[in-house]
């Protein structure tokens, strides 16, 4: 008769949980700064008027992306 060692398939999955965890939110990070990085750029690229008619200036932009495009 086999015997399963519960206590240590237990710590396993508990490892292998925070692992994939630990994966999931580092490529939520990079996932987030790829984002801000391509809002950002995409608001430089525009003109003093266009981010105007948007409600904006060039001093608003990296506010704007820090706050993942909410402004209030």
Known sequence: MSHIDTA???DSAIFYGRLVRRAYDVLETVTAWTEAR????????????????LGL??????????RGGRRF
Request: aromatic residues 0%; charged residues 35%; without cysteine.
């Open 8 to 10: 240590r398939s237990l």
């Open 38 to 53: 391509r809002t950002s750029r995409a608001l430089h690229g525009l003109t003093d008027s266009q981010l105007d008619d």
């Open 57 to 66: 200036s060039r001093g608003d932009i990296e506010a704007v992306v820090r």
